[in-house]
């Protein structure tokens, strides 16, 4: 990490109750499991961590979209920016989401090519192509757009687009940063 963590037991790390009360918020999110890296990185700015916290739970939380097409979407943008921390959090969800776990090392492959093809349903193809070229491109062509449009629903495919712009947000900080210290790791790596 390009900076300290912050403590959050320190007094001085969060002297006003506003500061206390966006802790106890964020730790809630995060409950049982402890405060994450990336909570101690952001946590040196609370109001900022508050926002995210917001936003990134609804968008892990409170969406319609089943775990599988969540959890995809997330991991290819941890593939493609190289967000192997983000990547290390999302690719066990993707399996718990019914992601094969052969289906998974494939998804961690930045190139996909064809001998790939069978890894996965044709919903989850048209959640690959959309989160890579929205990765890659920003823009997405009209034939990778309209292969989403064809298979979800229109409040789905507001809610893809938002699952990977927030995550392309979230890559991008873990990067810059290189919160958990993962930068120039690979997606298969423990260390």
Same mark, same amino acid.
């Given at each position: 990490?390009?900076?300290?963590?912050?403590?959050?037991?320190? @007094?001085?790390?969060? @002297?006003?109750? +506003?500061?206390r009360?966006?802790v106890?918020?964020?730790?809630?999110?995060r409950?049982?499991? @402890?405060?994450?890296? =990336?909570? =101690?990185?952001?946590?040196?700015?609370?109001?900022?961590? $508050?926002?995210? &916290?917001?936003?990134?739970?609804?968008?892990?939380?409170?969406?319609? =979209?089943p775990?599988?097409?969540? *959890?995809?979407?997330i991991?290819?943008?941890?593939?493609? &920016?190289?967000?192997?921390y *983000?990547?290390g959090?999302?690719?066990?969800?993707?399996?718990a989401?019914?992601?094969? %776990? *052969?289906s998974?090392k494939?998804?961690?492959?930045?190139?996909?090519?064809?001998e790939? +093809? %069978?890894?996965f349903? +044709?919903?989850?193809?048209?959640?690959?192509?959309?989160? $890579?070229?929205?990765?890659?491109?920003?823009a997405?062509? *009209? +034939?990778?757009?309209?292969g989403?449009?064809?298979?979800?629903?229109?409040?789905?495919?507001?809610?893809?687009?938002?699952?990977v712009?927030?995550?392309?947000?979230?890559s991008?900080f #873990?990067v810059? #940063? $290189?919160?958990?210290?993962? &930068?120039?790791?690979?997606?298969?790596?423990?260390?």
């Open positions: 990490m390009r900076l300290p963590y912050i403590d959050p037991s320190s @007094p001085s790390a969060f @002297p006003t109750p +506003e500061d009360a966006i106890a918020r964020v730790a809630a999110r409950a049982p499991r @402890p405060l994450q890296a =990336l909570d =101690l990185a952001l946590l040196h700015a609370p109001a900022v961590a $508050d926002g995210w &916290n917001a936003f990134l739970g609804a968008i892990r939380t409170k969406t319609s =979209l775990d599988d097409v969540r *959890e995809i979407a991991c290819r943008v941890a593939v493609i &920016n190289e967000a192997w *983000e990547w959090h999302h690719a066990p969800l993707a399996q989401g019914g992601v094969s %776990e *052969e998974v494939v998804l961690g492959r930045r190139d996909l090519g064809g790939a +093809e %069978e890894a349903t +044709e919903r989850q193809w048209a959640v690959i192509r959309y989160a $890579d070229a929205m990765t890659a491109n920003v997405v062509d *009209e +034939e990778v757009f309209g989403l449009k064809r298979l979800f629903s229109e409040q789905e495919v507001v809610e893809i687009t938002a699952t712009a927030a995550y392309n947000c979230v991008r #873990l810059a #940063l $290189d919160v958990g210290e993962r &930068n120039g790791m690979k997606p298969h790596s423990k260390d």
